[in-house]
């Protein structure tokens, strides 16, 4: 008769079999497996590495501010890339809410642009990712005490290659603003 | 603590029998008593009951009064097409909401009100918060969700005038193997309608959890609403694809008739579930372990999982008594 010992049951990953449309979604509807696909295709297209990274924390909630004019993908490749990095699910600020393009890249990441979903993503611990145009939803991180991370990004027309490079957070945010009455 | 008299309006429906079986094992609960217009679902011990219509305004303001409870739980809402059509849900909800909040108003014990609500309240407008908290306005786009703003309204002024501090537990879609849920029912047709071009995330939430956080709000006395949802979320095409149905994609106009066709086949769908598959429905939920101190057991696909396991009515033959 063997000794009674300790166990530990590890479960195993079950391969995935559904197709898309099909894959898990988590609370506010990002699909990791569509985000697979899509990081996919995006390596067809360009070559982005992201420098800087161990700048994030490992667990709690970021704002990313990243350079670029508005209305470019700049927010969405760097989610995606940044995503694909650190293995943590980053999401990114500025989907519309119609249909078909909405729903879609909500699937990939996508948060309204208003700052109480962004609010919401960062007291929940979440990555963020927002445009320099987009000012008015730092106010969600001060208010978080969520630190802050500038963000390079950098591509060319004529080449593949682009760049995300994030910098040390500007400041831990201690709770209240200075100079406050 | 100890001692508190409780009253649960609505207790004959599944939730209300549920609540009450959970209250009857509070040891801060001293008398229970529930009424309705339906005797409740389950076995209880403890809890008086009192058949009454909700219109009977008179005979409900007589029996609360001289209960004159501490706690009152508010669960005597129906959701369109649940048991009744959404006409007749309307009614019965506000005449319900008008007899029980209004007699409130009389019971000089009170302590606490704890009303029924739900995550409809906030509306799904082009542009509205996608999981909006419990600080977001009460904008709602559909019948039902009119109808809870409107419950959550006449609660705080009853609360406010007395100084009664009022909860609103606004839960998800609620699903469980006896609860009466058009949703459930949709999602357990053999084909499944979805919006191809949203098919947008919803979370639920079980008749289990929803029983243990009216039971908690009446506890620890809550003074705010809760959002109360199961973590995760689900789109109706995974659900579909979880309970092996069929899944019928659908574009925009056709809805008319998937929704007449289903309402043919025994799941009619309310105007809040259309808004639910074309707009989703989700909340967020972070502040619920805070206020209610407790996390739903069953995460949204556990529930639809569930859903979907439960064993469809058997029909029998009636037996034949021997001559």
């Avoid at chain 1, 980053?90 to 809410?97: A, E, H, I, S």
């Avoid at chain 2, 549920?18 to 809890?47: I, K, Y």
């Avoid at chain 2, 309204?153 to 009853?158: C, E, F, H, K, R």
């Avoid at chain 2, 989703?280 to 996390?295: T, V």
Wanted: net charge neutral.
């Amino acid at each position: 008769v063997s000794e009674p010992h300790d166990a530990t049951v590890i479960n195993l990953p079950v391969p995935n079999r559904a197709g898309p449309g099909s894959w898990p979604v988590d609370d506010w509807g990002r699909d990791a497996g569509l985000v697979r696909v899509a990081v996919r295709l995006g390596h067809l297209c360009w070559q982005v590495t992201v420098d800087g990274a161990s700048h994030l924390p490992l667990r709690r909630g970021a704002l990313l501010v990243v350079s670029g004019r508005r209305y470019t993908l700049a927010p969405i490749v760097t989610a995606l890339a940044l995503g694909e990095s650190t293995g943590r699910a980053v999401r990114f600020v500025g989907r519309p809410d119609v249909a078909p393009f909405g729903p879609l890249l909500r699937r990939l990441g996508g948060l309204l642009d208003r700052p109480d979903e962004v609010l919401g993503a960062l007291r929940a611990s979440e990555v963020v990712v927002i445009g320099t145009g987009e000012q008015r939803l730092v106010a969600a991180a001060i208010e978080t005490g969520t630190r802050i991370f500038p963000t390079r990004t950098t591509s060319a027309p004529w080449s593949r290659d682009a760049h995300v490079e994030i910098s040390p957070a500007v400041r831990r945010w201690c709770g209240t603003l200075e100079g406050a009455p | 603590m100890a001692g508190r008299r409780v009253l649960v309006s609505g207790m004959g429906g599944d939730l209300g029998s549920r609540v009450a079986s959970l209250l009857e094992a509070e040891p801060w609960v001293d008398e229970l008593t529930g009424l309705d217009a339906d005797p409740p679902r389950r076995r209880l011990h403890r809890a008086s009951f009192h058949l009454v219509k909700p219109n009977e305004q008179e005979r409900i303001v007589d029996l609360v009064t001289a209960f004159d409870p501490h706690v009152i739980v508010h669960l005597a809402v129906w959701e369109p097409f649940s048991r009744a059509d959404p006409a007749t849900a309307r009614r019965l909800t506000d005449e319900a909401a008008v007899s029980f909040l209004g007699a409130a108003a009389d019971c000089r014990s009170l302590e606490a009100i704890v009303v029924r609500s739900g995550t409809e309240v906030y509306g799904r407008a082009r542009g509205a918060p996608s999981r909006p908290d419990e600080s977001a306005a009460l904008e709602p786009t559909c019948d039902y969700g009119r109808v809870l703003a409107s419950l959550e309204q006449t609660a705080d002024s009853i609360g406010r005038a007395t100084g009664v501090p009022v909860a609103a537990i606004r839960m998800g879609t609620v699903l469980g193997p006896h609860v009466p849920s058009p949703l459930g029912r949709v999602l357990r047709m053999p084909a499944v309608p979805f919006s191809v071009l949203a098919d947008p995330p919803f979370a639920v939430v079980e008749d289990i959890d929803v029983a243990t956080a009216f039971v908690a709000a009446g506890k620890v006395r809550l003074a705010e609403p809760v959002n109360v949802l199961a973590s995760g979320a689900i789109t109706t095409l995974q659900a579909a694809r979880r309970g092996r149905r069929l899944p019928i994609p659908l574009f925009g106009p056709e809805w008319t008739i998937a929704t007449f066709l289903s309402g043919l086949l025994g799941a009619p769908v309310p105007d809040h579930i259309v808004e639910l598959f074309h707009r989703g429905r989700l909340a967020d939920n972070s502040r619920m372990p805070e206020l209610l101190g407790f996390r739903p057991a069953a995460s949204t696909v556990e529930v639809v999982d569930k859903l979907y396991a439960w064993p469809s009515v058997i029909h029998r033959p009636p037996r034949v008594v021997a001559a």
